[in-house]
């Protein structure tokens, strides 16, 4: 028998009674009703040698950066009494998975012995569960187009043998047992430790033994060193989009209830103009989107988990938007005024749905920062100050009354400013925050983009400048005109900079790296 043959024995150690833990010796399966498997960790046992991320490569095969085991560093106390740590983490198989409560198309899967199993042939490649998981377990694989994560060695633990990782560890740093998962539930502080999110957020089922000698002020040996994360250049376009075709068809709406309707009765120049706007806006988006898949030919099976993901719900509102707003904008270009109004209210009542369906994606424990009603409050204030102004520029305002554009420009200066306000508690908050998650966010935003978020805030009080000096000079006339698209351009470049900077200035919890890591 051979090393990696050995059979799963478990041995009773040293190691402190946990509430919730089972220890039954050598025979340990099957599992008992309620049970399932998970790691443990002794820290004061490991070395840093890294032989578990390379027995876990050679065992699943994996690229080499693409670890589904990372071995990180903690470091704490005074020079000169400092102690330095290494902490190993895979899948923490929680109790409450968030990668597969979020992932769109239910490929993930729960077994009955606990093991948090994802299903290649399932996964677009969407990447969301990398940002629900506040451990950054699953890792994208550019080759094969997916996500992929650590299963325990599931076929091992299917042959009663132990993963490659626990074999692997020289100083048994790494252990593989039983818990019971309802006692877990109600007491899982043995799971948290230096380094790690709080394990509250998913009800993580690793073990972590803290030496009893650990400083107090022991963190992740990179300290706040934060480097941008990933612009998602087509989630950038995406929500930038559809929240400027929900403001662009809210408005049009709001001419027809005015009365503007009647225009459209009369020749060219209706709200034709804004309502094909909005639609073409809302298509553009939805075919930027598809570039944020890695597969996205099996895009259609983002549709599956409408029960639990936001992603899943994203999709489906924003394509009811979309053919709702085509059937808007063919009515006005047919002059077909008969049921108009209530396409463009069902219109205009699914698209805000699906921007606050946008922003419930981003609202994820994972990612403090995000997880803020600033972000639904930013997504919505886009729309207010984007979409009047293009409302306006795709109609003919002659045909307008000043008291019609004066109320939509009035929409759109208080849309920009309540984005100036959204920015003003954002800094306000970084700067109050003493986590690594809000001070690294104040360093990226206040420092390292620091040109582009002012950039970003001028742009805004520009666009806001241009639209009262448009206000009170006449409206008529190509200056009129001229003023409102400068403007628009103006406070659209801002919304770019400002969705950019969202994307990469925001700190994931993840786990503590090695020193030389990205984050």
């Known amino acids: 028998m051979t090393l990696l043959e050995e059979p799963i024995a478990f041995t009773p150690t040293r190691r402190r009674p946990v509430h919730g833990v089972t220890e039954r010796g050598p025979d340990l399966l099957p599992l008992q009703a309620g049970e399932q498997y998970r790691f443990s960790f002794a820290m004061d046992a490991c070395v840093g040698c890294h032989s578990c991320e390379v027995a876990c490569a050679e065992q699943n095969n994996t690229p080499v950066d693409q670890a589904w085991r990372r071995v990180g560093e903690l470091e704490?106390?005074?020079?000169?009494?400092?102690?330095?740590?290494?902490?190993?983490?895979?899948?923490?198989?929680?109790?409450?998975?968030?990668?597969?409560?979020?992932?769109?198309?239910?490929?993930?899967?729960?077994?009955?012995n606990g093991i948090v199993a994802h299903h290649a042939d399932d996964c677009i490649g969407c990447q969301y569960c990398i940002w629900n998981c506040p451990y950054e377990v699953p890792v994208f694989n550019p080759v094969r187009k997916i996500v992929s994560k650590c299963d325990l060695c599931r076929p091992r633990i299917d042959e009663g043998q132990k993963p490659a990782c626990v074999l692997a560890c020289p100083t048994s740093a790494i252990g593989i047992e039983t818990v019971d998962v309802e006692a877990w539930r109600a007491d899982h502080a043995a799971a948290d430790g230096p380094g790690l999110p709080p394990s509250a957020i998913t009800i993580s089922t690793s073990r972590i033994e803290l030496p009893a000698d650990l400083p107090p002020d022991t963190r992740p040996a990179n300290g706040r060193r934060v480097t941008p994360e990933d612009p998602h250049w087509p989630l950038v376009v995406l929500t930038l989009l559809t929240q400027l075709s929900l403001g662009t068809v809210a408005a049009t709406v709001l001419l027809e209830l005015l009365g503007a309707g009647a225009i459209s009765r009369r020749g060219a120049g209706g709200l034709a103009g804004p309502a094909v706007a909005a639609f073409a806006a809302g298509t553009v988006a939805l075919a930027a989107s598809l570039l944020h898949l890695g597969r996205p030919s099996r895009a259609l099976k983002a549709l599956r988990n409408l029960r639990t993901s936001w992603l899943s719900r994203e999709v489906a509102l924003f394509s009811v938007f979309a053919l709702l707003s085509f059937g808007y904008a063919a009515c006005w270009a047919a002059t077909v005024t008969t049921g108009t109004l209530a396409l463009g209210l069902a219109a205009t009542a699914v698209g805000v749905a699906g921007v606050y369906a946008s922003a419930r994606l981003y609202l994820v424990p994972a990612r403090p920062v995000w997880n803020s009603r600033r972000t639904p409050a930013a997504f919505f204030a886009?729309?207010?100050?984007?979409?009047?102004?293009?409302?306006?520029?795709?109609?003919?305002?002659?045909?307008?009354?000043?008291?019609?554009?004066?109320?939509?420009?009035?929409?759109?200066?208080?849309?920009?400013?309540?984005?100036?306000?959204?920015?003003?508690?954002?800094?306000?908050?970084?700067?109050?925050?003493?986590?690594?998650?809000?001070?690294?966010?104040?360093?990226?935003?206040?420092?390292?983009?620091?040109?582009?978020?002012?950039?970003?805030?001028?742009?805004?009080?520009?666009?806001?400048?241009?639209?009262?000096?448009?206000?009170?000079?006449?409206?008529?006339?190509?200056?009129?005109?001229?003023?409102?698209?400068?403007?628009?351009?103006?406070?659209?470049?801002?919304?770019?900079?400002?969705?950019?900077?969202?994307?990469?200035?925001?700190?994931?919890?993840?786990?503590?790296?090695?020193?030389?890591?990205?984050?």
């Open 76 to 112: 704490g106390g005074s020079y000169p009494d400092t102690r330095r740590f290494s902490l190993s983490m895979a899948c923490n198989h929680c109790v409450e998975p968030t990668c597969l409560s979020g992932c769109p198309t239910n490929a993930y899967e729960k077994l009955p």
């Open 382 to 519: 886009t729309a207010a100050a984007t979409g009047p102004l293009l409302a306006l520029l795709s109609v003919d305002r002659s045909r307008l009354r000043p008291g019609w554009i004066a109320l939509l420009m009035g929409l759109a200066a208080a849309g920009t400013v309540g984005q100036l306000a959204v920015q003003a508690h954002l800094v306000t908050q970084l700067r109050r925050g003493t986590d690594r998650q809000h001070q690294g966010g104040a360093d990226l935003l206040l420092g390292w983009f620091r040109g582009l978020f002012h950039a970003r805030l001028a742009a805004a009080g520009t666009g806001l400048a241009l639209l009262l000096f448009t206000a009170a000079a006449p409206l008529g006339g190509a200056a009129a005109g001229g003023r409102l698209a400068t403007g628009l351009v103006v406070i659209a470049l801002g919304e770019l900079a400002g969705r950019y900077l969202f994307y990469v200035t925001v700190v994931p919890y993840g786990v503590a790296p090695s020193f030389f890591a990205r984050h």
